[in-house]
């Protein structure tokens, strides 16, 4: 039952999107005001602490043991270097470990056992590997050339492999795919085109992957890659904008974008998968979370500021929804649930 609770949590100005470790004990929210992350003890609901970051960030992810946070900060000033850097941070602690240089580091990708993370800087046809079994210690970090504005990575079940998503001409460069990073020799064994390519999701040896291609008649593209055969599926219209949520939930994908500019349609769109049709949301505003919740046929999605609850069985909207008071942002489920 979706029921509206009357608690608030403190945490002060602007907050914005959140993480939860691993072990489920801490939600981490980001402040945009005020560069800080509130960490909130989920078992009492209150804040415990914040850590101060120097900038801006959009990506943020805790380690497997739910010790550390990783902080992508593009512009972090970085002595010698260009500006960006891996924040370090202690999460019960609340300091800085240590700041790893990654030129324009925007966003982060981490394994699935954790013990890699890989980071990608603005502008840039390279991605940085970094082993988080060695911070600051020798072979911490591997930078791997060859990609083409690549954003975002999805691993293989045993983190063999890295599908890196190259944005291509949506960022600024030329070809749009995902190319295979070998992590075990972190080289490149091969790429595949697609149309366009900011976000995907592995389910069995299904790839699905989604973007923008530029002048594609102002639409995205969802598509499938077989990454077993390399088979790629005949694309699938969504809508616009830069693409960098998705959840399979059923038989239906969902896939959030933000700046979309469809004036009859929003930045949501709905994948039916057994069809391979796509339905897109009414304008409500940028995709900024989404959150499937477990032992229900139910997703959590923030819209434009508003939380809209979607039946999963069905692809529609569910009965019942709730008004979030103020400006929602993100959204997380901090258990698992009956």
């Not at 240590?98 to 800087?121: M, Y």
């Not at 492999?161 to 001409?169: D, I, K, Q």
């Not at 790429?191 to 390519?197: E, F, K, R, S, Y």
């Not at 989604?210 to 594609?216: D, I, R, W």
């Amino acid at each position: 039952m979706d029921v509206l609770s009357t608690n608030f949590v403190n945490i002060g100005a602007g907050p914005g999107l959140m993480a939860l470790t691993p072990d489920r004990t801490s939600t981490i929210v980001f402040s945009s005001t005020s560069h800080t992350f509130s960490v909130v003890d989920n078992s009492t609901e209150q804040s415990v602490g914040t850590i101060a970051v120097p900038d801006f960030t959009e990506s943020f992810v805790p380690s497997a043991d739910s010790i550390r946070l990783f902080v992508a900060i593009p512009n972090e000033s970085v002595f010698g270097q260009p500006n960006g850097a891996v924040e370090v941070l202690n999460i019960a602690g609340g300091f800085k470990i240590t700041s790893i240089p990654v030129a324009g580091a925007h966003f982060l990708s981490l394994s699935n056992a954790g013990n890699r993370l890989l980071a990608f800087g603005d502008n840039s046809d390279t991605v940085t590997v970094i082993d988080t079994t060695k911070i600051n210690a020798p072979g911490e970090t591997t930078v791997v050339a060859g990609f083409d504005r690549p954003v975002a990575a999805v691993f293989n079940s045993d983190d063999s492999l890295a599908y890196v998503l190259n944005c291509g001409p949506e960022c600024g460069g030329t070809t749009a795919g995902i190319s295979v990073l070998d992590l075990k020799s972190n080289t490149i064994t091969r790429t595949i085109p697609l149309m366009a390519a900011t976000v995907g999701i592995l389910n069995g040896s299904t790839l699905f992957v989604a973007g923008t291609p530029p002048g594609h008649n102002g639409q995205g593209t969802l598509q499938t890659v077989d990454v077993g055969s390399f088979l790629i599926g005949a694309p699938i219209t969504i809508s616009n904008g830069f693409h960098n949520r998705m959840a399979l939930t059923n038989n239906f994908l969902f896939v959030g974008a933000r700046t979309c500019n469809n004036v009859a349609t929003g930045c949501l769109s709905i994948v039916d998968t057994t069809a391979n049709t796509a339905t897109t949301d009414t304008p409500n505003g940028d995709v900024t979370g989404m959150e499937p919740i477990s032992n229900r046929n139910v997703i959590y999605v923030v819209e434009g500021g508003e939380l809209r609850i979607f039946d999963t069985t069905t692809g529609q909207l569910s009965p019942t929804q709730l008004d979030i008071v103020g400006k929602a942002i993100d959204v997380k489920q901090i258990d698992k649930g009956p």
